[in-house]
């Protein structure tokens, strides 16, 4: 046997070893057995340079070390899930799925929601290619040296599975592993991880992999992303994935109505507190790949998913201040600062009131018992009072009327449920907060620049708004706090690459007022420059597909105040892509004006997000479910038989994609 068939040898060997202890608990060999196998592979390994493996099992035990962790954008977004939390909640889903599809005959698989830190991993030609975290759906961070050091994820695989794919999941923290930490932790006099959940997010960040291998970090996977149509179901994925290697939990289960899927939630209601780890909730999945496809997105979530949460734990405190604090926008949020106590794995401090009209409803004032829980087990919020120990003293809270900070007198509307301080270009949380607005991921993404950093350089007076970020220089970064010159320089070099980001990402930057990311993208499609948008008439903003009263009125007043007008006429002359680039002008036309599309079935030529936004490029507007309005059906294979004959019904024509090709051109 060669050097190179000894080596290759070792490693599926090991492989094997690996996957039977960490995802099948079956071990085949000795600790002590392995330890030796592997320590000959090492051996080899560093002899013979030539045989380099990045995925090698002697990889799993880390060493590399990664100072900055790269921002990767996600190849198909990682979206968030709806909640539902009654089986009104479900059924209500269910009602909605069936109308988009035009049929009742829909399985569902039920999955545990488990507790941990979302993960998407990538398999090239069979082998582990990369691993970023969620981050913000669109992109995260690439954390692949420590991804590499959980025994339970597959480095290799089968060329019978899928060649190019990616399969997300959740690195979790079994229980078992984490109060072993903690005991170890406290024996050498440090102080205990909080939860699972936040301690499983942490180790992912860590610079040394080695240190992350020695963590008892496991992932469960949940999805596989392809493009290849070698499945017909969700579940008959997750199977096949799991005969191939990955760790898939045996608990996911198949349902024909919401009637099952309560069954499962109610089981494991139950059963979830003698689980090896944490959950704290089902996920509810439209079982048929093709209907998935079908039912498509909404800007937030898959149409075809939703958690239902299990039911919030509740405890009670006593409620020691309301504190008032100030967004972005001016809005005022009332904040209850609570005796601290124990919830839901995590030591609760806050908790949010909403408005003053939460206050007033459940007549809540300060040396209150307070009842607690986490909504969705996220965010802490007040529930109730125990008036049984409401003290005879006790007087009604009386909500503020000036600012916390600057003390200006606060506004209310008529029909907003928050007060506001109008004072937007003295007010330093609103300063702050429209400069971290406006260098978030989803905005400008500036790199080596975090919302402490723009609190230091606003008190420091070196911006009072986002234009006068482009005005810095190293020399007087340099001498802040903390801060090195290297990172001066990186935060330089962000500030200057933010110059690149498209128009409809600048045009939600600049935070104007229920000015979202989807709304942002409809204007700068519409429009394409900042000019043209500013010289819209109110009539010229609502005749925009789902532009309203109260977004035109809020994009009016924003692009008119002559503050606003002064910054964007800065970041004009500093560069900022403030319309739409040539390049993606070129691309768009408005042959499709006026029309409406429902994309169904299974295509070739074009994937259905590609055929989607062709139809967008082109002036055209992509409906889910078929109308009066529509205008034609583009359709592929195993076009839904109710589609098509509620299409006939109304008279619509149908196109193919060949058809919807030559239309375009």
Same mark, same amino acid.
């Given at each position: 046997m060669t050097v190179k068939d000894k080596i290759e040898s070792l490693r599926k060997e090991l492989n094997t070893h690996n996957y039977n202890y960490y995802v099948l608990d079956n071990a085949t060999i000795s600790d002590y057995e392995f330890d030796i196998k592997l320590k000959e592979l090492e051996k080899l390994e560093e002899e013979n340079p030539a045989f380099f493996d990045p995925n090698s099992p002697t990889k799993r035990v880390g060493g590399e070390i990664t100072k900055n962790f790269n921002t990767i954008t996600h190849k198909n977004r990682m979206y968030s899930l709806d909640n539902s939390y009654s089986k009104e909640d479900l059924l209500d889903w269910e009602k909605r799925i069936q109308k988009n599809l035009g049929t009742t005959d829909i399985e569902y698989t039920c999955e545990l929601k488990y507790d941990g830190a979302s993960i998407n991993l990538t398999y090239e030609n069979g082998k582990f290619f990369s691993a970023v975290t969620r981050g913000d759906g669109f992109q995260g961070d690439e954390v692949t040296a420590n991804i590499r050091t959980i025994k339970s994820i597959p480095l290799h695989l089968s060329d019978e599975f899928i060649s190019n794919f990616e399969m997300r999941g959740e690195i979790i923290l079994p229980l078992? #592993?984490?109060?072993?930490?903690?005991?170890?932790?406290?024996?050498?006099?440090?102080?205990?991880?909080?939860?699972?959940?936040?301690?499983?997010s942490g180790s992912l960040k860590l610079q040394d992999s080695a240190e992350v291998a020695k963590r008892?970090?496991?992932?469960?996977?949940?999805?596989?992303?392809?493009?290849?149509?070698?499945?017909?179901? &969700?579940?008959?994925?997750?199977?096949a994935a799991r005969n191939y290697g990955f760790k898939?939990?045996?608990?996911?289960?198949?349902?024909?109505?919401?009637?099952?899927?309560? !069954?499962?939630?109610?089981?494991?209601?139950?059963?979830?507190?003698?689980?090896?780890?944490?959950?704290?909730g089902v996920v509810v999945k439209v079982n048929s790949?093709?209907?998935?496809?079908?039912?498509?997105?909404?800007?937030?979530?898959?149409?075809?998913?939703?958690?239902?949460?299990?039911?919030?734990?509740?405890?009670?405190?006593?409620?020691?201040?309301?504190?008032?604090?100030? #967004?972005?926008?001016?809005?005022?949020?009332?904040?209850?600062?609570?005796?601290?106590?124990?919830?839901?794995?995590?030591?609760?401090?806050?908790?949010?009131?909403?408005?003053?009209?939460?206050?007033?409803?459940l007549d809540v004032r300060i040396g209150d018992t307070v009842f607690v829980e986490k909504g969705g087990e996220i965010i802490p919020k007040i529930m109730g009072v125990d008036l049984t120990k409401r003290a005879e003293d006790s007087q009604p809270t009386k909500y503020a009327e000036h600012c916390p900070v600057c003390h200006t007198p606060l506004v209310r509307t008529e029909g907003?449920?928050? &007060?506001?301080?109008?004072?937007?270009?003295?007010?330093?949380?609103?300063?702050?907060?429209?400069?971290?607005?406006?260098?978030?991921?989803?905005?400008?993404?500036?790199?080596?620049?975090?919302?402490?950093?723009?609190?230091?350089?606003?008190?420091?007076?070196?911006?009072?708004?986002?234009?006068?970020?482009?005005?810095?220089?190293?020399?007087?970064?340099?001498?802040?706090?903390?801060?090195?010159?290297?990172?001066?320089?990186?935060m330089i070099e962000g500030i200057s690459k933010s110059k690149e980001i498209p128009f409809e990402k600048v045009l939600f930057a600049l935070g104007i007022r229920f000015v979202g990311e989807t709304v942002a993208k409809k204007l700068a499609k519409h429009f394409t420059s900042i000019d043209n948008l500013s010289n819209a008439s109110f009539e010229d903003l609502i005749a925009v597909d789902e532009i309203g009263d109260r977004i035109a009125q809020s994009v009016i007043d924003f692009l008119s105040d002559e503050n606003n007008i002064e910054i964007i006429g800065r970041l004009k002359s500093y560069g900022v892509q403030l319309e739409v680039s040539q390049e993606n002008l070129a691309n768009q036309t408005n042959k499709l004006e006026g029309k409406v599309f429902v994309v169904s079935g299974v295509f070739h030529q074009m994937s259905r997000t590609e055929l989607k936004k062709a139809i967008e490029d082109n002036g055209g507007k992509v409906s889910s479910s078929i109308s009066k309005k529509t205008s034609f059906i583009v359709a592929?294979?195993?076009?839904?038989?109710?589609?098509?004959?509620?299409?006939?019904?109304?008279?619509?024509?149908?196109?193919? !994609?060949?058809?919807?090709?030559?239309?375009i051109n």
């Open positions: 078992e #592993g984490f109060h072993k930490m903690n005991e170890d932790r406290v024996a050498n006099g440090e102080d205990p991880y909080r939860n699972p959940r936040n301690t499983a008892p970090l496991d992932c469960l996977l949940y999805q596989v992303v392809t493009n290849e149509r070698k499945y017909k179901t &969700h579940f008959e994925s997750l199977q898939v939990p045996k608990t996911i289960t198949l349902a024909k109505s919401i009637d099952e899927v309560l !069954e499962f939630v109610h089981h494991w209601d139950v059963e979830r507190h003698n689980l090896p780890y944490e959950t704290d790949l093709q209907q998935q496809e079908e039912l498509g997105y909404t800007s937030k979530s898959p149409r075809w998913a939703i958690a239902y949460k299990f039911k919030a734990e509740q405890v009670t405190t006593v409620l020691n201040e309301i504190t008032y604090q100030v #967004g972005r926008t001016g809005a005022i949020t009332p904040v209850a600062n609570l005796e601290p106590v124990h919830l839901a794995g995590t030591i609760v401090k806050r908790a949010s009131l909403h408005n003053a009209d939460q206050i007033e409803k907003d449920a928050k &007060h506001y301080c109008p004072n937007e270009f003295g007010c330093a949380p609103q300063i702050t907060g429209k400069i971290q607005h406006y260098i978030s991921r989803k905005a400008m993404d500036i790199d080596g620049l975090g919302a402490e950093t723009v609190e230091l350089l606003h008190k420091e007076g070196l911006i009072k708004n986002y234009a006068d970020l482009y005005d810095l220089n190293v020399t007087q970064v340099v001498p802040l706090e903390r801060m090195a010159e290297k990172s001066a320089k990186n592929g294979d195993n076009m839904g038989p109710s589609k098509l004959a509620k299409a006939e019904t109304l008279g619509i024509p149908i196109i193919s !994609e060949d058809d919807f090709i030559a239309m």
